[in-house]
């Protein structure tokens, strides 16, 4: 059973985006957290109040699906929870999922095995092939990653402008008495 209803979630969100109350006053009167509160209304502005629904399912994500969102993530300049709404997911299925990535790269983002493993081990006469990426796969890697540190290197390089802007150095050519 779920915390917050359905019916609940859209009370709460129409009421906000009627502009009844604020997201603090609504937090207030209802005893939820103000951050649960914009998440919720985060979501519905990006795919409407039918994804406030309550899922009752363990959704299996694709790799393929899962490395869309760790893209739009590392290329975009918005946080988790901007992503998480885009796509309705969780904002740690997001996070986890950029976190393999930039740990594991694709294979990261693969399904894994479930259950525990077996004491012994099944003979067979198969020999276990591992797992690779394709040529392809290896090259969308790289360039991810790449697209990535550009993006944290433009963002540093406007920090550093705005830094040297706001305090400018003196310069050390000039003689002083």
Known sequence: ???????????????????EDSIKGLAKQYNIHWTLIRRWVDK???????????KHTKTTYSSDFKLNVVRYYL??????????AKFNISDSQVY??????????????????????RKVPKKSKKTTKKLELSEK????????KQEAELERLRVENLVLKKVAARYPRYPTNKKHN
């Open 1 to 19: 059973m779920t915390k917050y209803s359905t019916e609940l979630k859209i009370e709460i969100v129409s009421k906000y985006l009627n502009h």
């Open 96 to 117: 986890n999922w950029a976190k393999k990535f930039n740990e594991e790269g694709y294979a990261g983002l693969l399904p894994k095995q479930k259950g525990r493993p």
């Open 44 to 54: 519905a502005k990006c795919q409407g109040l039918a994804a406030l629904s309550v």
């Open 75 to 84: 290329t975009h300049s918005i946080g988790v929870s901007k992503v998480a």
């Open 137 to 144: 796969q290896k090259y969308e890697e790289k360039i991810l």
